[in-house]
Nanobody
Framework: VQLVESGGGLVQPGGSLRLSCAAS????????MGWFRQTPGKEREFVAAITWSGGTTYYADSVKGRFTTSRDNAKNTVLLQMNSLKPEDTAVYYC??????????????????WGQGTQVTVSS
């Protein structure tokens, strides 16, 4: 499975962006797709996840109520809609895939597949 993110950019505080993660090679229905972000000098941080089959979602407390993840099975694409963006949301955002939810949410070092990342900058 190869993952390619797109949709990053520069946005003002309070604005919105939508990230896409295109998966080449059909992910198994058992897969969980995750979103992470990372800033220089910090560890990669879990943002959100969605199960490929049932569409169950999970969010970090820091983004709950502002970010929404969804999937389009027909297009093998996962989306991250980011609203009410704050300067502290500035980071490189990564898409990830693994068969285990616990790996996605708590053990990112063991994740099977990663995208290349896309920069999101929230600044006036």
């Amino acid at each position: 499975v190869q993952l390619v993110e797109s949709g990053g950019g520069l946005v003002q505080p309070g604005g919105s962006l939508r990230l896409s993660c295109a998966a080449s090679g059909r992910p198994s229905s058992n897969y969980v797709m995750g979103w992470f972000r990372q800033t220089p000098g910090k560890e990669r941080e879990f943002v959100a996840a969605i199960t490929w089959s049932g569409g169950t979602t999970y969010y970090a407390d820091s983004v709950k109520g502002r970010f929404t993840t969804s999937r389009d099975n027909a297009k093998n694409t996962v989306l991250l809609q980011m609203n009410s963006l704050k300067p502290e949301d500035t980071a490189v955002y990564y898409c990830a895939a693994d068969e285990a939810l616990v790996v996605i949410t708590t053990r990112p070092l063991y994740i099977s597949y990663w995208g290349q990342g896309t920069q999101v900058t929230v600044s006036s």
